[in-house]
């Protein structure tokens, strides 16, 4: 089992930044993906970015150059620096961390950005 926490939600004004962070604990594999998700009301939970073990990123394009992942392997933490925030990315953010067969997810954290 994998327990993950997620810090660093808020409220900002647009073109404000904020930093998230996923703090994983449990059984931890070597070989993983960890990723932040979002979903805002009355929309579908989408893919905001993801690492790998070995650092490798994608990204949606929706958050292309205002979004960077990255990753400590020795906590092991992950974090998601935001800037240039805008009124759309107002979401509940998660934290997920895919490792063997099986997917865990953290509780969220709110992001409100307002215009």
């Known amino acids: 089992q994998v327990q993950l926490v997620e810090s660093g939600g808020g409220s900002v004004q647009a073109g404000g930044s904020l930093r998230l962070s996923c703090a994983a604990s449990?059984?931890?594999?070597?070989?993983?993906?960890m990723s932040w998700f979002r979903q805002a009301p009355g929309k579908q939970r989408e893919l905001v970015a993801s690492?790998?073990?070995?650092?490798?990123?994608t990204y949606a394009d929706s958050v292309k150059g205002r979004f960077t992942i990255s990753r400590d392997n020795a906590k092991p933490w992950v974090y998601l620096q935001m800037n240039n925030l805008k009124p759309e990315d107002t979401a509940v953010y998660y934290c997920?961390?895919?490792?063997?067969?099986?997917?865990?997810w953290g509780q969220g954290t709110q992001v409100t950005v307002s215009s």
């Open positions: 449990g059984t931890i594999y070597l070989i993983n993906t």
């Open positions: 690492i790998t073990n070995t650092g490798f990123t």
């Open positions: 997920s961390r895919d490792q063997g067969l099986a997917s865990y």
